[in-house]
């Protein structure tokens, strides 16, 4: 069973910068591909970015492409998030996720393990 601990959140100004990270407990985190996710007020879940087991591949959502990159550490079985130029509405609680599937994945249904969440504020 993976444990997944989000950290990095907090308030900031719109056009900053902030990184977030997932430790995992698990022995096997090499095995799963991870993703980002948040969720505003209201609104539904939505992917931010995913990565493959390898850290080869990358995908991202159409809210941060282009702002965002996700990268991972298998040695220190951390994944972590760095979204650029922020704005208000990235304001959300975003949790990272780990899938046993190797590839990327999108659907938040593929994904087995979740962590609790980090708020992440944007003031304008």
């Known amino acids: 069973q993976e444990q997944l601990v989000e950290s990095g959140g907090g308030l900031v100004q719109a056009g900053d910068s902030l990184r977030l990270s997932c430790a995992t407990s698990g022995r096997t985190f090499s095995s799963y591909s991870m993703g980002w996710f948040r969720q505003a007020p209201g609104k539904e879940r939505e992917f931010v970015a995913a990565?493959?087991?390898?850290?080869?591949?990358?995908s991202y959502g159409e809210s941060v492409k282009g702002r965002a990159i996700i990268s991972r550490d298998n040695t220190k079985s951390t994944v972590y998030l760095q979204v650029n130029r922020l704005k208000a509405e990235d304001t959300a609680v975003y949790y990272c996720a780990a899938s046993a599937w190797s590839t990327i994945q999108v659907d938040t249904s593929l994904y087995d393990y979740w962590g609790l969440g980090t708020q992440v504020t944007v003031s304008s």
């Open positions: 990565i493959n087991v390898g850290g080869d591949f990358t």
